[in-house]
């Protein structure tokens, strides 16, 4: 028998389909979820929860209320280099195009003003979580507490100078102090971001491994994203990167791999023996033609696979409904398996596996008893939704994203009938037209 249901609550959801994404997938019709304390205190039949008083009800009649979706990989601020630099290859769009532009462009304010129009977008299609890995994440952090969103910031490590440090002692002292900062925080948590095997030497990457798991932090990195970067690995070092992670202790069921575009068999059976999890990027991936991540393969594996959108500067949205759809008509060609990624997967790799990936799902990721109230609610009414025969398709392979009617975040509205109710807007895309004008040299 399931937890009693409230007699009061703060909020009360009425809604046509409940999608609690929890074991088996049930899709409920006609139900109802009460919300007190931020917190989802029951969910029952309509008929139900008619007994039961709240300070607000909420009718929602012909929506689908789901968990907000998790964006489990991505460079905020780097929105504002949206279309800057379109059809490269990887490495060619990263040194010839990006870090220049970053060592140029990026400071506080640029991550500021960068960041609050990345988490504008995404609240505005349905996310309510998102992981971020980016320089000067204490600036991101100020936003998304003012902002009100859940995230995981992965503070950036490298080998070398960038714009918010001199190396990797001084990105390891100023993230632990951020660290500090936001450990009773439970909107926010502070990771480790590696960046990539090619930019992290073995003494970081160890040093990155035994902090985690002193801390019990995260870790993100960039991984197996080209063949190229396998290619100069075993040149260089006689081993695969993911061999040499594994090797250095990085790989464990706290680090959440990037990409995972060029995967052999075996790689796949080291990231299953660890437990680590993958974050797949399929947009990111056919822009910069970086390979096709075996998504099936690695779900059959038992590996965890979450949803990430990268930055905008190489998808170029953040839209978490968009990717989605992507992963599940990428996932069958890929496969060459109709059957592959099926609707409910595709949903769950955008909620519940981001969750598990980034070590909250105890918190959020499905709707349940005791959980925070992270909350999407979808409108079906529409003609191009017409009709619904199983809301699931809807979400997954109609295009869904601008039909995001409302959300809430630990109990409280950030979207109210598609409106930003933490941010505003126009100043935001404001700034974003500012900065274009100076990176395009605009007097
Ligand atoms: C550690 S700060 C983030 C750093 O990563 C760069 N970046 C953005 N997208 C990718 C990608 O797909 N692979 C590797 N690196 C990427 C970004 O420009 C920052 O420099
Ligand atoms: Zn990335």
Not at 103 to 116: I, P, T
Not at 133 to 161: K, S, T
Not at 222 to 240: M, N, P, Y
Not at 351 to 363: E, F, K, P, V, Y
């Given at each position: 028998m399931g937890p009693a249901n409230p007699t009061k609550c703060d909020l009360l959801i009425f809604a046509r389909w409940i999608l609690p994404v929890s074991d088996g997938f049930p899709v409920l019709e006609n139900h109802a979820l009460a919300v007190s304390d931020g917190v989802i205190s029951g969910i029952m039949p309509a008929e139900e929860a008619r007994h039961i008083t709240a300070d607000e009800s909420l009718w929602l009649d012909e929506q689908v209320l789901m968990p907000g979706l998790i964006n489990a990989h991505g460079h905020g601020a780097m929105s504002l280099f949206r279309?800057?630099?379109?059809?490269?290859?990887?490495?060619?769009?990263?040194?010839?195009?990006?870090?220049?532009?970053?060592?140029?462009?990026?400071?506080?304010?640029?991550?500021?003003?960068?960041?609050?129009?990345?988490?504008?977008?995404?609240?505005?299609?349905?996310?309510?979580?998102?992981?971020?890995?980016?320089?000067?994440?204490?600036?991101?952090?100020?936003?998304?507490?003012?902002?009100?969103?859940?995230?995981?910031?992965?503070?950036?490590?490298?080998?070398?100078?960038?714009?918010?440090?001199?190396?990797?002692?001084?990105?390891?002292?100023?993230?632990?102090?951020?660290?500090?900062?936001?450990?009773?925080?439970?909107?926010?948590?502070?990771?480790?971001?590696?960046?990539?095997?090619?930019?992290?030497?073995?003494?970081?990457?160890?040093?990155?491994?035994?902090?985690?798991?002193?801390?019990?932090?995260?870790?993100?990195?960039?991984?197996?994203?080209?063949?190229?970067?396998?290619?100069?690995?075993?040149?260089?070092?006689?081993?695969?990167?993911?061999?040499?992670?594994?090797?250095?202790?990085?790989?464990?069921?706290?680090?959440?791999?990037?990409?995972?575009?060029?995967?052999?068999?075996?790689?796949i059976a080291v990231l299953a023996e660890h437990g680590s999890h993958a974050v797949h990027c399929p947009e990111s991936n056919l822009k910069l033609a970086s390979g096709f991540s075996p998504v099936e393969k690695m779900r059959q594996a038992g590996i965890n696979v979450a949803l990430g959108t990268d930055g905008a500067a190489s998808n170029n949205d953040l839209d978490m409904f968009g990717e989605l759809r992507t992963a599940a008509l990428l996932g069958k060609a890929v496969s060459g398996d109709a059957t592959a990624i099926p609707d409910y997967y595709a949903l769950e790799m955008a909620t519940i596996n981001g969750a598990r990936a980034l070590g909250i799902d105890h918190l959020t990721g499905s709707l349940e008893v005791g959980k925070q109230a992270d909350l999407i609610s979808i409108d079906l009414s529409d003609l191009a939704q017409q009709p619904v025969y199983r809301p699931t398709s809807q979400l997954v392979y109609s295009n869904i994203s601008h039909r995001v009617c409302h959300s809430w975040i630990k109990g409280r509205r950030m979207l109210d009938n598609g409106q930003l109710t933490t941010l505003d807007s126009q100043e935001i895309a404001d700034k974003a037209r500012h900065w274009r004008s100076k990176i395009s040299g605009e007097k």
């Amino acid at each position: 028998m399931g937890p009693a249901n409230p007699t009061k609550c703060d909020l009360l959801i009425f809604a046509r389909w409940i999608l609690p994404v929890s074991d088996g997938f049930p899709v409920l019709e006609n139900h109802a979820l009460a919300v007190s304390d931020g917190v989802i205190s029951g969910i029952m039949p309509a008929e139900e929860a008619r007994h039961i008083t709240a300070d607000e009800s909420l009718w929602l009649d012909e929506q689908v209320l789901m968990p907000g979706l998790i964006n489990a990989h991505g460079h905020g601020a780097m929105s504002l280099f949206r279309g800057l630099a379109d059809d490269y290859p990887l490495h060619e769009w990263l040194n010839e195009h990006i870090w220049p532009a970053e060592g140029q462009w990026v400071n506080e304010e640029f991550v500021r003003d960068g960041s609050a129009l990345a988490i504008a977008e995404m609240l505005r299609g349905g996310t309510t979580c998102f992981s971020d890995m980016y320089f000067f994440p204490e600036i991101c952090a100020d936003v998304v507490r003012r902002a009100g969103i859940r995230a995981q910031l992965a503070f950036p490590i490298f080998d070398f100078p960038c714009a918010w440090g001199s190396g990797p002692d001084d990105y390891f002292r100023k993230g632990l102090a951020l660290r500090d900062t936001y450990k009773h925080n439970d909107l926010i948590s502070i990771g480790f971001g590696p960046h990539a095997p090619y930019t992290v030497g073995d003494t970081a990457l160890s040093k990155t491994a035994v902090f985690a798991e002193e801390l019990d932090c995260t870790i993100q990195i960039h991984l197996h994203e080209t063949a190229q970067e396998i290619a100069d690995a075993v040149k260089q070092t006689g081993l695969r990167p993911i061999e040499r992670l594994a090797k250095l202790g990085l790989l464990g069921p706290r680090t959440q791999c990037v990409h995972l575009a060029n995967m052999s068999d075996n790689d796949i059976a080291v990231l299953a023996e660890h437990g680590s999890h993958a974050v797949h990027c399929p947009e990111s991936n056919l822009k910069l033609a970086s390979g096709f991540s075996p998504v099936e393969k690695m779900r059959q594996a038992g590996i965890n696979v979450a949803l990430g959108t990268d930055g905008a500067a190489s998808n170029n949205d953040l839209d978490m409904f968009g990717e989605l759809r992507t992963a599940a008509l990428l996932g069958k060609a890929v496969s060459g398996d109709a059957t592959a990624i099926p609707d409910y997967y595709a949903l769950e790799m955008a909620t519940i596996n981001g969750a598990r990936a980034l070590g909250i799902d105890h918190l959020t990721g499905s709707l349940e008893v005791g959980k925070q109230a992270d909350l999407i609610s979808i409108d079906l009414s529409d003609l191009a939704q017409q009709p619904v025969y199983r809301p699931t398709s809807q979400l997954v392979y109609s295009n869904i994203s601008h039909r995001v009617c409302h959300s809430w975040i630990k109990g409280r509205r950030m979207l109210d009938n598609g409106q930003l109710t933490t941010l505003d807007s126009q100043e935001i895309a404001d700034k974003a037209r500012h900065w274009r004008s100076k990176i395009s040299g605009e007097k």
